[in-house]
């Protein structure tokens, strides 16, 4: 499994979870983390059809299949049963 995360300097949400993202990346080394900026990688943030509703976390397989798509801030405990339930997708 990994994980894209997409926010932006100037998204107050992303703000608020880039903190709660470094805890769980901490706890979790095996994660397999990338995160785009919205505005300097809008390219790649294109092509994985994202418009301005930020922050985004999209949950992919090991063959890059989307597992799911989370859309605003998320709770630290939301995100870790996701990751506990994609983890060996």
Same mark, same amino acid.
């Given at each position: 499994m990994k994980v894209i995360k997409i926010g932006a300097v100037w998204c107050n949400g992303c *703000?608020?979870?880039?903190?709660?993202?470094?805890?769980?990346?901490? &706890? /979790?080394?095996w994660l397999k983390t990338v995160y785009l900026d919205y505005d300097d990688d809008r390219a790649a943030v294109k092509e994985?059809?994202?418009?301005?509703? *930020?922050?985004?976390?999209?949950?992919?397989?090991?063959?890059?299949? &989307? /597992?799911?798509?989370?859309?605003?801030?998320q709770s630290k405990k939301k995100i870790l049963k996701l990751i506990q339930e994609y983890k060996d997708k």
């Amino acid at each position: 499994m990994k994980v894209i995360k997409i926010g932006a300097v100037w998204c107050n949400g992303c *703000l608020v979870m880039k903190p709660r993202w470094a805890e769980i990346e901490t &706890e /979790l080394p095996w994660l397999k983390t990338v995160y785009l900026d919205y505005d300097d990688d809008r390219a790649a943030v294109k092509e994985l059809k994202e418009n301005a509703i *930020l922050p985004v976390v999209i949950f992919f397989d090991d063959n890059d299949k &989307e /597992l799911i798509r989370l859309q605003g801030e998320q709770s630290k405990k939301k995100i870790l049963k996701l990751i506990q339930e994609y983890k060996d997708k």
